[in-house]
C-alpha cells in the first residue's frame, strides 16, 4: 500500500509521454437498423499520458458517450479506442481507470472512510496491485477527522471529496469526470478545482473531464476537446497556453479571457 507522500511525489506534466487514450475515427450508433442516431461521428483524438483534458459541447453532442465509451461502457460501432495501449475491456478488468459522476453515488450507510475502501473490497482487486491508504487519502482530498461521518452528515462538496478519493484509492493511471462540479455551488465548485488541479500535479493520473463550464474547462484543461453536435465530431483540441500551477484569481487575466472569448466564439457555431 502506498502512502499519501508516496502518491503526492511532484509528478512532471511532458510532451513526450506517449497516448493514455487513442481514439481513431470512432462511430458510435444507438438503436437498431432503419431508426439508428449517430451519437458519434469519425471521432479521433489522442490524450498524452499525464495530460487533463477538459471536454466542452452542446447539450446532447456526445460528451458522455465518448468517456463512457473509453470506460467500456458503450458499444463501440465503428473505429477504435486504446486505453493505455489496450481495449477498454481490458483497461477496466486492470482497474486502469476509474469514473467520477456528477452525483458522488456513496453508500448512505456506510462512512466516509468505508466508502473510500469500497473498491478495494469488491471486484476482483489483486493484492499485488498498489492501492493507496484510505486514511491518507480521505486527508489528500481536505477530509481529515471526518473519517466516520456518514454521507447525509457531509456537504455536496464533501461527498464529491469522498467519491474522489474513493476513485483515487486502486491508484487508476486516468480518471474519467463526468461534470463532477456541476451540482456544486460556485464557491465549493471553484475550491474543487483548485483541489483537482493539486491533486493532478501531484499523482500524474491522466484526467478527462467534461463539462459545460468555459471558464472551468480553461481554468483545469492543459487541452480543452469541443465537440459540435449533429452528429457530435471533434471542433477544436487545442491547448491552454496557461502556466501551471494554476490559482483562481489567474481567470481575470486578459490571457485567460482572450482563451474563454475563442472557446465562447467557437462554441457558438456548434
Ligand atoms: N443509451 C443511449 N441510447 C440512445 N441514445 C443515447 C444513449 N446515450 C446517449 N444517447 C444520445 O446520444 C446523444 C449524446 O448524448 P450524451 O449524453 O453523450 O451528450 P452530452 O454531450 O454528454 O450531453 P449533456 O451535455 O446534455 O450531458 C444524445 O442525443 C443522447 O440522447
Redesign the pocket.
Known amino acids: 500500500m502506498l502512502g499519501a507522500a508516496q502518491m503526492m511525489q511532484p509528478v512532471r506534466h511532458t510532451e513526450a509521454a506517449g497516448s493514455a487514450v487513442s481514439v481513431k475515427n470512432l462511430h458510435?450508433r444507438?438503436?437498431s437498423k432503419g431508426s439508428e442516431?449517430t451519437?458519434?461521428s469519425d471521432v479521433s483524438v489522442e490524450v498524452p499520458e499525464g495530460a487533463l483534458v477538459t471536454m466542452l459541447?452542446?447539450?446532447?453532442?456526445?460528451?458522455?458517450?465518448?468517456?463512457?465509451a473509453v470506460a467500456d461502457l458503450?458499444h463501440v460501432s465503428d473505429g477504435s479506442i486504446s486505453v493505455l495501449g489496450q481495449p477498454p475491456k481490458k483497461a477496466r478488468e486492470g482497474r486502469d481507470f476509474a469514473f467520477v459522476f456528477q452525483e458522488a453515488t456513496l453508500l448512505p450507510w456506510r462512512s466516509a472512510i468505508d466508502n473510500v475502501s469500497l473498491p478495494l473490497e469488491v471486484g476482483k482487486h489483486s493484492s499485488s496491485q498498489p492501492t493507496a491508504d484510505p486514511e491518507e487519502m480521505l486527508a489528500l482530498v481536505g477530509l481529515k477527522g471526518r473519517e466516520k461521518a456518514l454521507p447525509h452528515e457531509l456537504s455536496g462538496g464533501m461527498r464529491q471529496r469522498v467519491a474522489i478519493a474513493r476513485a483515487l484509492i486502486t491508484r487508476p493511471r486516468i480518471l474519467l469526470m463526468?461534470?463532477p462540479f456541476g451540482a456544486l455551488d460556485e464557491i465549493t465548485r471553484d475550491k474543487l478545482n483548485e483541489e483537482l488541479l493539486r491533486l493532478w500535479q501531484e499523482t500524474g493520473t491522466t484526467i478527462l473531464f467534461?463539462t459545460?463550464s468555459i471558464p472551468e474547462a480553461v481554468f483545469l484543461g492543459q487541452y480543452v476537446l469541443m465537440?459540435e453536435?449533429h452528429p457530435?465530431r471533434v471542433k477544436e483540441f487545442m491547448k491552454v497556453e496557461l502556466p501551471y500551477p494554476r490559482k483562481l484569481a489567474m481567470r481575470d487575466t486578459v490571457e485567460f479571457i482572450r482563451i474563454t472569448a475563442k472557446l465562447r466564439a467557437l462554441l457558438e457555431e456548434c
Open positions: 458510435i444507438f438503436g442516431f451519437a458519434l459541447g452542446p447539450s446532447g453532442c456526445g460528451k458522455s458517450t465518448l468517456l463512457r458503450v463526468d461534470e467534461v459545460h465537440l453536435s457530435g
